[in-house]
């Protein structure tokens, strides 16, 4: 995306990833559930999703962690619980351990009964959420899930930052060689998204993000400043007012805020800023994760077989004049993963310069990556 302007090094994913379990492990966060962050992580990029893989190591957890807060120990607590559901409290701790074990539990819950829910409250950000979809896909099963966040988008007709990004994320298997993974935010971009384009140095397109004034924004450093004090908003998929029917981005945004929300008894909108008399304070997000056992319902090989189906088809279908290709949701993230797989992550100049900073300061010396040098002096393997 930004290969002429950014000095990108690839690191292969082993190292990375090793890394980053040494970096949970050095502000005290458990080995087995460091290893579980850093997996998240890491399947993030493997997957191109680089918005939220290690570019987030510094800013979302290691920082906030050393700032004391968010707690880099977990602990579980299940406050309510059937044999269809429960109501997990993640009591402010490492958001992919909080996230994982509870769509375990939804999976167990959905073999014994064929479906399982559980709903979370007092987590943090749990990094990609077609991670825990997957899990339910490896287990033969349907996976939803979704999550709010920090008040970014404004109402349609609005410009108040009210509603996170929440993504509503779906997770299918099929007898492809990837399975149907639709992992979006309700927004037409997510900060990781403007994220990687501030690391790049470029203005963001017109149209993701507004004023207070209505008016379109492409500033894209300031923005993620006026972001966080309300002086800019994200839009809602479909944009700005009706004719391109943002109300439909803005419904999905509800939906998703008051699932991880008033199920759980859990914190809402302006609640998630982060911030409390100036001071920066947990965020308490929620979560919701859902398990659905096809089996319950049909045999699976036949589920396979017509999503398949469903999927080729569609591929198939009459391309657009100019147009080589059309694709299904987890099809890029396949792609990404054959390109990436023998090469590893692709690591701006910010972002190595970011890592030596944790590096150093956690005294990693064992780590030699390929960037050092070259970081701070601008040069090394641009591709």
């Known amino acids: 995306m930004f290969k002429n302007s950014e000095k990108i090094v690839w690191v292969d994913f082993n190292t990375l990833e090793s890394f980053m379990v040494d970096v949970f492990k050095g502000v005290k966060v458990p080995e087995e559930e460091a290893k579980i962050c850093a ?5 993030a990029d493997k997957r191109g999703i680089d918005s939220h893989g290690i570019g987030r190591l510094k800013p979302f957890y290691y920082d906030r962690i050393r700032a004391g807060i968010q707690s880099p120990k977990t602990n579980i607590e299940i406050v309510k619980d059937s044999p269809t559901t429960a109501v997990v409290d993640g009591h402010n701790g490492m958001g992919m351990v909080i996230a ?3 769509m375990a539990l939804a999976i167990e819950k959905a073999k014994k009964m064929g479906l399982g829910m559980v709903a979370v409250r007092n987590s943090t950000h749990y990094g990609i959420a077609g991670y825990y979809v997957l899990m339910a896909i490896e287990a033969g099963m349907i996976g939803i899930s979704g999550t709010n966040a920090r008040p970014s988008i404004a109402p349609t007709f609005g410009v108040e930052n009210m509603l996170g990004t929440n993504p509503l994320t779906f997770g299918m298997p099929s007898n492809e060689e990837f399975p149907f993974v639709l992992d979006c935010a309700t927004s037409i971009a997510q900060r990781g998204k403007i994220e990687l384009y501030d690391r790049a140095g470029k203005d963001i397109p017109a149209g993701w993000v507004i004023d207070q004034e209505g008016r379109a924004r492409t500033d894209t450093h300031q923005i993620l400043q006026d972001l966080t004090t309300g002086k800019a ?11 391109t029917a943002g109300y439909k981005g803005y419904g999905y945004a509800t939906v998703v805020e008051i699932l991880s929300a008033a199920l759980q008894n859990g914190k809402y909108l302006k609640m998630l800023s982060g911030m409390q008399d100036g001071q920066a304070v947990p965020i308490n997000l929620g979560h919701f994760f859902i398990a659905i056992n096809i089996s319950a319902f049909t045999e699976l090989e036949s589920f396979k077989k017509i999503t398949g189906g469903i999927l080729g088809a569609l591929r198939a279908s009459k391309k657009a004049p100019g147009e080589n290709r059309i694709y299904t949701a987890g099809e890029k993230e396949h792609l990404a993963w054959l390109d990436r797989k023998d090469k590893g992550a692709p690591i701006n100049k910010n972002l190595q310069q970011q890592i030596l900073v944790i590096k150093e300061e956690l005294g990693l010396s064992q780590y030699k990556f390929p960037f050092e040098g070259s970081a701070k002096a601008g040069s090394g393997n641009p591709e």
Do not use: C, M, R
């Open 233 to 243: 908003a994200l839009t809602p998929l479909g944009g700005i007012g009706e004719e």
């Open 39 to 43: 997996d998240v992580l890491i399947t």
């Open 100 to 102: 994982k074990k509870s």
